[in-house]
């Protein structure tokens, strides 16, 4: 059947449009805008003594220029702090633009506008902003001595610190089971900085309409719902006044979740006020030391277990580097915290973290959000118990694995959302028999030891996880039939490229029985649904797929309703196909989708040859009932929402097997095999591409990318150039495997697949190097320099 | 990241070309191909007053290639050079070593003369052009045209002999002379990146197939690309018994490398002795062969 779209490799269909030019990101908006600039702090940490834009005021051309001083009530207040936490006792959040003190390099000074982008960057460079230097805070170890405080009232520079802890089932406490076990070690890992970096940058273009006071905003965002609500309420204008759009968005990857960004209020608020269009977009400097990083954490575990490698107790204490600010609270370390454990059932784990400011740029989600750091500690823990015992470490895994009879399983803990963290379904054991005959487990032996006599090195690695993913509180779908026969979805949440254009279609034509080209789908755009959270947490398709999903059955119900009327039929003998509802049995006895939209909408006037068949002297009707029932409404379309009692969990495990060089000490990943369980696939090559894309980013991770602060805060490679971004050169190729174990939480048996492919990269090519070199691997990136040192310190 | 204002100049000719840079030194700034100097302009880390865009000039878009060697004018494209198989036949370390150059976008656009002119250590024609004892014409209005050594035309990092006013107008790679090899091995982070370590080889052998000259060229270990002769290191042997590994631990010892972002110094010195191990063992190679 046609229709039958769910669970097929159905062919994006927004890529041909991507790709041949077509897209509209925001800089392709308002050509004619005038263009705002930032003066970015040049120092991590300072006071502002003046600031004198006198020179700016030469520029012919220059607008504007605003500083702190300039700001309104509402706009001038420190930016929102998105989800408080009890343990986050310290928050601190920035001004739009900074108030006295910077703390970080890029922190915005001073907005200026100007006719265009070079004038502005022209004025920009002529202000003057006379700064008293303070001691930047730069680095965990720095940062926790407390001798210097980022934020003045925040001591000991801890803007949080949560502990949580699951005893074993006999009662004992962690510390109490590691010290009791049969064997006990304790070690330190450390993780590095990167960022999302999506291709393009944050961007927000405002135009304002003051003939009926209403407020257009476009920004290059991953919430078009509420950065709207926060533009209404910072300008103070009615909310149906204000519309967001979020246009075509050229990456995400949980940067642009953040929100509201100073520009996004400053645009809009600038805008209003010159009566003019103004548009800013970030540049790829600015997006370096301005936007947010993430990962940065030192870990020290200690664990205790028996002589089969099972975890009796663990015990773990994470710094967190958060950056200057919390805007998005504490959600990273909550999510490292929790999905640490993954597809284990560990015998009693406490976890304790204290979430640390420093003069860098903020810290805030990036794909993964957290678990890469999770998983690089626990699977570290996984291979240093097998290395321990002398157990293969597939073995001690398997030894640790919760059963797939054991669903639902309760880790104990309070996930991301406030919720307990269930796992609602999965199949550990067989993921892992499937990843060891993908990869070749068994055999690789013998194939490390054929290379090592021709003086190569190998080395493989494995890593599991288990991700939370389709966070509530909600999504909503909206789906219409109109008189032509097409199908308009749409939804609140926003697309970044995932391929939201092709599911959500799938979904719908497969619910109402209509062909994929006749469905178009609109996502992120206030004007067309207003109630949304965001496109985060692996959670689109989990989240507005079922709403969608809902939405479409509601307005099925009501054409089958309005069919049966039409043919003289019973609903429940009603089936629709290709756009058709046809009784079932009897090909003669059908109506088209159009013809049920035309008549869902009883109608006065004819505009066209279909519309007549809905007008008043049009047929039969009957006199004593109203043309539109109590209980309808006109139009064939219908609205619903998901709301899940809590997340769902996706799981997978990875492996690697890589070629270290033992003169040039460059690695090389021979071979990348995945086993992704994501539940029910909607599109199976849409999935793929994700886990593409996220082990791609993982591989960056593992071994190229890092933020590198020098001792004042300056961040010493805030271009392409000198942030190893890989090439598609540096990528595997990547072997995947399906797994599907259905959600039971929702209807389409569903879970989220977006961020899965990064999230356990890092402990796979720790393991893959540790392997081929014998040396223990315990930070990660790791680069043919750092291999090369970690020889020579570790050479007899 | 726009570039301040600028005023733009087009010119024809190399006469005209001339005679702007004279009128504007000095603060003209040549664009040819413009894959370093675009970056620098937008990131305001250059912000010349003159900008003299010569891809206008017909006359410079030359490669010649005769006995003596290979003679390529300034506005010859990277990917022009690595495909002319009589540049190839005459000098075949240009083409070997344009492969490391970047990517195809960027050979494309990208010249030959203009990464020379720009003088960075860690690319990968200034050593080229070093180790072959090769040379850059520079022009200037009213002045005719000298011809700078190799060895004295890189002067610092980003710094070379050519003066304000001046334009490079050719560079000269001598050929390749008989019973001679060349090779060129690096490293780099990424497919592409400028090297973490490079090394450009030339080895000659005699009527005897001894060893009669080694020299490298070292990229991305100092501020400029040196010559390193290692002749004597080898002994006089013949190519098979030479201990390639002293020579290379000899090459090792005399560059010097400093820390930065993407490698210690001593990871540099270490992969540039294992790279000139690789090149001159691949140079002495073909030296025998040819």
């Known amino acids: 059947m046609t229709t039958k779209l769910f669970g097929e490799p159905v062919q994006r269909r927004e890529d041909l449009r991507l790709i041949t030019g077509e897209g509209r990101y925001l800089d392709d908006l308002g050509k004619d805008a005038l263009a705002a600039a930032f003066v970015r702090s040049p120092h991590a940490h300072a006071r502002i003594r003046g600031i004198d834009v006198s020179g700016a005021l030469e520029v012919d051309g220059l607008v504007a220029v605003y500083t702190w001083e300039d700001l309104p009530e509402g706009v001038r207040d420190p930016l929102p702090l998105l989800i408080p936490h009890p343990a986050l006792t310290h928050g601190r959040t920035a001004y739009p633009l900074a108030r006295d003190v910077v703390r970080h390099v890029g922190e915005p000074v001073v907005m200026v506008v100007a006719r265009d982008r070079y004038l502005a960057e022209d004025a920009a460079a002529l202000i003057e902003v006379d700064y008293e230097f303070l001691k930047p805070v730069v680095g965990i170890e720095e940062a926790v001595q407390g001798v210097h405080l980022v934020h003045e009232d925040v001591p000991g520079n801890v803007g949080a610190h949560l502990v949580q802890e699951v005893p074993s089932p006999g009662g004992a406490g962690a510390r109490e089971a590691v010290d009791a076990a049969p064997h006990v070690l304790a070690f330190r890992l450390d993780i590095e900085r990167s960022a999302s970096t999506p291709l393009e940058g944050r961007g927000v273009y405002a135009r304002w309409d003051a003939d009926d006071r209403s407020l257009r905003v476009y920004s290059s965002t991953q919430t078009s719902t509420s950065v709207r609500m926060a533009v209404a309420a910072k300008l103070g204008l009615p909310l149906p006044s204000v519309e967001v759009i979020a246009p075509d968005v050229g990456g995400g990857f949980g940067v642009k979740i953040v929100h509201p960004w100073p520009e996004e209020v400053l645009v809009p608020w600038a805008a209003m006020l010159l009566g003019r269009e103004v548009k800013w977009a970030e540049d790829r400097r600015e997006h370096f030391i301005s936007s947010a990083h993430e990962r940065a954490q030192v870990q020290h575990v200690r664990v205790g277990f028996d002589d089969e490698g099972r975890v009796l107790g663990l015990d773990v204490t994470i710094l967190h580097d958060h950056g200057a600010y919390t805007p998005y609270g504490i959600i990273v370390p909550i999510i490292t915290a929790t999905q640490l454990l993954g597809p284990y059932r560990i015998g009693a784990y406490r976890v304790e973290f204290s979430s640390i400011y420093t003069n860098t740029v903020q810290v805030t989600p990036y794909r993964g959000a957290g678990r890469p750091q999770g998983v690089f500690c626990m699977e570290r823990t996984m291979d240093r118990i097998a290395a321990h015992l002398g157990l293969d470490r597939t073995a001690v895994r398997a030894a640790n694995f919760i059963q797939p009879g054991e669903f639902p399983y309760d880790q104990g803990l309070i996930f991301q959302d406030g919720r307990p963290l269930i796992y609602d379904s999965g199949d550990y054991p067989k993921s892992l028999s499937m990843l060891k005959e993908l990869i070749g487990w068994d055999a690789f032996p013998q194939a490390k030891e054929r290379a090592a006599a021709e003086g190569r090195r190998l080395g493989i690695g494995l890593a599991c996880y288990v991700e939370g993913t389709g966070v509530g509180p909600y999504e909503g779908g909206h789906v219409q039939v109109t008189s032509d026969g097409r199908v308009h979805v749409s939804t609140g949440l926003t697309s970044q490229g995932q391929g939201h254009e092709t599911v959500f279609a799938q979904i719908a034509a497969t619910e109402l029985g209509v062909p994929l080209d006749r469905v178009s789908v609109v996502t992120g755009d206030t004007r067309r649904f207003g109630y949304a959270v965001g496109t985060f947490a692996s959670r689109a398709a989990v989240m507005s797929g079922n709403a969608i999903a809902l939405a479409a059955r509601k307005v099925r119900d009501k054409a089958l309703r309005i069919a049966a009327e039409a043919l003289e039929a019973d609903p429940r003998d009603l089936e629709i196909e290709d756009g058709v509802v046809r009784v079932a049995g009897d090909p003669e006895a059908s109506i088209s989708l159009a013809t049920v939209a035309v008549l869902s909408n009883p109608l006065r006037y004819a505009f066209d040859e279909e519309a007549k068949r809905a007008t008043q002297f049009a047929g039969p009707a009957s006199m004593d009932r109203p043309p539109v029932e109590a209980g309808e409404e006109p139009g064939l379309e219908g609205r619903d929402y998901y709301s899940p009692v809590r997340s769902t969990f996706a799981s997978g495990m990875h492996a690697a097997i890589v070629e270290t060089d033992p003169d040039t000490a460059e690695i090389r990943i021979l071979r990348y095999a995945v086993v992704h369980d994501c539940g029910r696939l909607i599109n199976p090559m849409i999935v793929e591409g994700q886990i593409h894309g996220g082990v791609a980013q993982g591989v960056g991770g593992a071994l190229y990318e890092r933020m590198v602060y020098d001792g004042h805060g300056q961040l010493l490679n805030a271009s392409f150039m000198d942030f190893l971004m890989p090439y598609a050169t540096e990528i595997p190729f990547v072997e995947t495997a399906h797994l599907e174990t259905p959600s039971p939480l929702n209807p389409l048996g569903v879970k989220g697949a977006g961020e899965a492919g990064v999230i356990p990269v890092s402990a796979v090519i720790a393991a893959a190097v540790e392997d081929a070199e014998g040396i223990t691997v315990d930070r990660m990136p790791i680069s043919p320099s750092e291999l090369y040192e970690l020889r020579r310190a570790t050479a007899p | ?290």
């Open chain 2, 1 to 290: 990241m726009k570039p301040s204002a600028f005023d733009y100049h087009a010119p024809r000719d190399v006469g005209e070309a001339l005679e702007i840079l004279a009128a504007t030194a000095p603060h003209g700034k040549v664009l040819a191909g413009g894959q370093s100097l675009i970056p620098l302009l937008n990131m305001r880390l250059a912000a010349p007053a003159h900008l003299v865009d010569i891809n206008r000039v017909p006359e410079l878009d030359t490669i010649e290639a005769g006995g003596a060697g290979v003679r390529v004018g300034a506005l010859a494209r990277h990917a022009a050079v690595e495909r002319s198989d009589s540049a190839a036949r005459a000098q075949p370390l240009l083409r070997t070593a344009l492969r490391h150059v970047a990517h195809p976008v960027i050979r494309n656009r990208g010249t030959v003369v203009g990464s020379l002119v720009h003088a960075d250590p860690s690319a990968e024609m200034p050593a080229v052009l070093v180790v072959l004892g090769g040379s850059v014409r520079l022009a200037r209005h009213g002045g005719g045209e000298r011809d700078v050594p190799a060895a004295d035309f890189f002067t610092g990092p980003m710094e070379s002999a050519a003066e304000p006013g001046e334009l490079a107008v050719s560079a000269f790679f001598p050929a390749l002379t008989p019973r001679t090899g060349t090779a060129f091995a690096e490293v780099a982070r990424r497919h592409g990146d400028y090297a973490v370590a490079g090394v450009a080889a030339v080895v000659s052998l005699d009527d005897d197939l001894r060893i009669r000259s080694a020299r490298v060229a070292c990229v991305s270990v100092g501020p400029r690309p040196a010559p390193l002769d290692v002749t004597e290191e080898c002994g006089g042997r013949p190519a098979a018994t030479v201990d390639w590994p002293s020579v290379a631990r000899a090459v090792s010892l005399r560059v010097d490398p400093g820390d930065d972002i993407h490698a210690t110094a001593g990871y540099r010195r270490h992969l540039t002795g294992v790279l000139a191990e690789r090149a001159l063992r691949v140079a002495a190679g073909e030296a025998a062969d040819g």
